[in-house]
């Protein structure tokens, strides 16, 4: 695995938006000016790197790909028909749903590490300075 320099950091970042859009490597190497067997190294020879772009890139389009249909859905919401009307709102609740859920996993997941971590002693002063009762598990 290679360090790319700085010129190299530009291809990489410009060849990782367009695999995560699904240009083909052929389709990347004719934008970039360079041979497609060229391009299609890059992930192996830069795995460090090009993992990092390419997960960027990855979520950028999701973000986008979740907007829009997003988008897509609150118009729906708008038409005569009752069942599009009810489709749509059914996608868009289940996907609040999925997100809040998402992000709630992460918070507890990010509480019990931190609690995880705590020593015998700040779970005490934790205790004595809640209103709440908190009662510690023994771990084994």
């Keep these: 695995m290679s360090v790319p320099g700085p010129e190299m950091s530009r291809l990489l970042a410009a060849a990782a938006?367009?695999?995560a859009t699904g240009k083909s490597w052929?389709?990347?190497?004719?934008?970039?000016?360079r041979a497609a067997d060229t391009c299609r190294r890059w992930p192996r020879r830069f795995a460090v790197t090009w993992n990092e772009l390419y997960r960027t890139a990855e979520q950028r389009q999701m973000a986008e790909a979740r907007a829009e249909a997003t988008?897509?859905?609150?118009?729906?919401?708008?038409?005569?028909?009752?069942?599009?009307?009810s489709d749509a709102a059914k996608a868009l609740l289940a996907a609040a749903i999925r997100d809040r859920d998402r992000k709630q996993?992460?918070?507890s997941e990010t509480s019990t590490t931190v609690i995880i971590r705590l020593s015998h002693e700040e779970?005490?002063?934790m205790r004595s300075t809640t209103d709440s009762p908190f009662q510690p598990e023994t771990v084994a």
Excluded: F, G
């Design 26 to 33: 052929e389709n990347i190497a004719a934008r970039l000016h």
């Design 71 to 85: 988008s897509v859905l609150r118009t729906n919401l708008r038409l005569e028909d009752a069942k599009q009307k």
């Design 17 to 19: 938006e367009m695999r």
């Design 123 to 125: 779970i005490h002063d």
């Design 105 to 107: 996993d992460k918070s």
